[in-house]
């Protein structure tokens, strides 16, 4: 056939080979609505998108510097790297309770009220329950934010073409689905929310975020184990996979990226739980109970934290008591366990501490997860001290690395973590002897009212313990 029965062309159809298992590819599944609503409102079929181009081709045609899509809530955007990439995919994982939806619900808000096209499917809660939360979070003022109460993935692809397909030039929309576990494909015999569920499903979401360019959040279950609920691929399917982490029974919250295909891994969100929904703690100084503002305590000592481009004081505490020889226990919350045992040993080698038959339980305070090495000194003195019922003067914060040879190793950014002590009101830093040497700006006027203390060895830094 050489005329098209639809425009009447001459030469104008190209010959197409159908393959039998063209009827389960999720790209098929999830663009055909959406094409057809791009048709329908432009009048021509867009160009196509298969096949190899040179990349002069792909770059001229496709801006370089897509501009990011800005939620409102800075902490988010900070650890998304400043926002949200059009067309790429997010999976944001937690504990049932920890606040996802409120999350997303108020960035969805806040994207509306920026002219961005939203959609938020929800596929637990009706549309009603969902402008009830709303509602609570003041975010129905905002008339480019669309709600759907709907499971079957057919339907969702279905409303999202209808709705953001003739969303304002410029402005990528957005399409939220809450939750992924509940969507199920009507031609695969498996009930929602097991594997092949899942994968399916989270393949055709991923699709249609790449071929649209609709930027697709998916929130994800998590297991007892903390993990996210189904198979690891899932991980690796989506563009970046945030952990929404805190105790759901305390106020402050903890996004954290643990994959970021756009942006660091460093960068964390924190936010606080009030009546009204998730307010952003810009100041971090209020997730740890200050040693240095109060008396002296056996156990507890601050150390300056660095997560990305920003610093903050945590508390670490730590507690011994009397256990039983060869079954000690070694409990540690927010802290890495085995760095909890090599300094237990280090302690044990290198300082004379009798160790072996005491029970040994290590946090931080407020919900902050520390994994870097600039905070073994602290942990240490907070050992030692709870060990030997000693504590640091008021207004002493701690930083630096421990060696298995009991010698405390310099620290990157020292500056930074010595103008945010200095800040918050502590007068005193307990550094690495090599750092201090080494200067680095430490003797700036600015830290004039900040008196450094150097140390080479552990032992050094246990005479501080008064």
């Known amino acids: 056939m050489g005329k098209c029965p639809d425009c009447g062309a001459w030469d104008s159809l190209d010959a197409e080979r159908l393959e039998p298992k063209a009827r389960v590819d999720p790209r098929a599944t999830s663009m055909a609505t959406w094409d057809e609503s791009k048709e329908d409102l432009a009048g021509d079929a867009e160009p196509a998108r298969h096949g190899a181009r040179p990349i002069t081709e792909v770059a001229s045609a496709e801006a370089m510097d897509r501009p990011r899509i800005a939620t409102g809530i800075n902490e988010l955007d900070r650890v998304l790297g400043g926002g949200f990439v059009p067309g790429s995919a997010v999976l944001l994982g937690g504990d049932p309770g920890i606040g996802k939806s409120t999350l997303l619900l108020q960035a969805a808000g806040g994207l509306a009220r920026a002219g961005t096209r939203t959609l938020y499917v ?6 009603e329950q969902v402008c009830m939360r709303a509602a609570r979070l003041g ?4 008339p480019e934010l669309y709600l759907l109460s709907e499971t079957s993935l057919t339907r969702i692809t279905e409303q999202a073409a209808r709705a953001l397909s003739d969303s304002p030039p410029g402005r990528p929309p957005v399409l939220i689905i809450d ?7 009507a ?4 009930f929602p929310g097991s594997l092949t569920q899942l994968r399916r499903c989270c393949a055709e979401l991923v699709y249609f975020a790449k071929a649209s360019g609709v930027t697709v959040v998916l929130v994800g279950h998590v297991t007892k184990d903390g993990q996210l609920a189904g198979p690891r691929l899932l991980e690796h399917l989506v563009d970046a996979v945030l952990y929404f982490e805190g105790d759901r029974y305390h106020a402050h919250r903890v996004v954290r990226a643990v994959k970021n295909r756009f942006g660091t891994t460093l960068e964390i969100g924190l936010f606080e739980m009030r009546d009204g929904g998730l307010h952003q703690a810009t100041d971090a100084s209020g997730l740890a109970v200050l040693s240095g503002a109060g008396e002296a305590r056996p156990g507890a000592v601050v150390c300056p934290v660095l997560t990305g481009s920003r610093c903050f004081m945590v508390e670490i505490q730590a507690l011994t008591a009397t256990g039983f020889l060869g079954a000690a226990k070694r409990k540690s919350s927010g802290l890495d366990a085995n760095r909890l045992a090599m300094l237990i040993a280090v302690l044990e080698q290198h300082a004379g501490h009798r160790l072996a038959d005491r029970d040994i339980f290590a946090s931080s305070v407020g919900g902050v997860r520390v994994v870097e090495p600039a905070a073994d000194l602290a942990l240490l003195l907070a050992i030692a001290g709870a060990n030997l019922r000693r504590a640091l003067a008021p207004g002493v ?4 690395e421990v060696g298995l040879g009991g010698e405390v190793r310099p620290v990157g950014q020292l500056i930074a973590r010595a103008h945010e002590a200095q800040r918050l009101g502590f007068k005193s830093l307990i550094v690495p002897a090599a750092s ?6 430490l003797d700036e006027p600015s830290l004039s009212k900040l008196k450094l203390i150097p140390v080479k060895s552990i032992a050094m830094a246990i005479e501080q313990l008064g």
């Not at 929800?122 to 549309?127: K, L, P, V, Y």
């Not at 939750?179 to 494909?185: D, H, I, T």
């Not at 031609?187 to 498996?190: E, P, Q, S, V």
Request: hydrophobic letters at 40%.
């Open 179 to 185: 939750s992924v576990q509940m969507v199920y494909n």
């Open 397 to 400: 914060a701690v930083i630096g």
């Open 122 to 127: 929800s596929s637990e809660e009706s549309a």
């Open 187 to 190: 031609g695969l015999d498996a």
């Open 139 to 142: 975010v129905t003022d905002a």
């Open 436 to 441: 201090a040497k080494q200067g680095a700006g």
